[in-house]
């Protein structure tokens, strides 16, 4: 995992340099840039009004009473859109434009926890048993009674 990360912080800076270079040379280098800015102007502004409406969303989920894990994975994935939003590149900004629309956003949610509760439910349990695990567990008081020689609290 951490070289599919090293991977990853060292092949995405190439291929935006890549891509600019592409769309440099097709509209020119300045619109290009400016392109780029405009991209990001304009996607930190709709992660602004999206993440207001998920806040709604999640403050009336808890005034009901519910769960607002959906609400809060919409919140996870729009953080993450406008942090690639504000990289510079074509790259990023495209996946941060898929990761602002909705069907898409709950879509990965819903693989997202998926996954986790197979992974969690797959490695339930410990490790190794000990001589004391997987017998029933029953929970009790005890106190000694020196006027009772089995020590046994009878409770009534």
Same mark, same amino acid.
């Given at each position: 995992?951490? +070289? /599919?990360?090293?991977?990853?912080?060292? @092949?995405?800076?190439?291929?935006?340099?890549?891509?600019? /270079?592409?769309?440099? #040379?097709?509209?020119?280098?300045?619109?290009?840039?400016?392109? =780029?800015?405009? =991209? @990001?102007?304009?996607?930190?502004?709709?992660?602004?009004?999206? !993440? +207001?409406?998920?806040?709604?969303?999640?403050?009336?989920?808890?005034?009901?009473?519910?769960?607002?894990?959906?609400?809060?994975?919409?919140?996870?994935? +729009? /953080?993450?859109?406008g942090l690639f939003f504000l990289l510079p590149g074509f790259i990023t900004?495209?996946? @941060? +434009?898929?990761? @602002?629309?909705?069907?898409?956003?709950?879509?990965? !949610?819903k693989v997202i926890v998926k996954n986790i509760r197979t992974t969690f439910?797959?490695?339930? !349990?410990?490790?190794?048993?000990?001589?004391? &695990?997987?017998?029933?567990?029953?929970?009790?008081?005890? =106190?000694? &009674?020196?006027? #009772?020689?089995?020590?046994?609290?009878?409770?009534?």
């Amino acid at each position: 995992m951490p +070289l /599919l990360i090293l991977i990853i912080l060292l @092949a995405v800076p190439y291929l935006e340099f890549l891509v600019f /270079l592409e769309v440099g #040379n097709a509209i020119g280098g300045f619109q290009a840039l400016l392109l =780029t800015l405009l =991209t @990001a102007f304009i996607g930190i502004y709709l992660i602004r009004k999206q !993440g +207001l409406v998920v806040m709604n969303r999640m403050h009336q989920t808890l005034q009901q009473g519910e769960s607002p894990v959906e609400d809060i994975l919409h919140g996870f994935f +729009l /953080l993450v859109a406008g942090l690639f939003f504000l990289l510079p590149g074509f790259i990023t900004d495209t996946v @941060a +434009l898929l990761l @602002a629309i909705e069907p898409i956003r709950s879509l990965l !949610g819903k693989v997202i926890v998926k996954n986790i509760r197979t992974t969690f439910y797959q490695n339930k !349990g410990p490790k190794s048993k000990g001589p004391y &695990d997987g017998g029933i567990t029953i929970d009790g008081e005890y =106190t000694e &009674d020196p006027n #009772n020689p089995k020590n046994i609290d009878h409770k009534e």
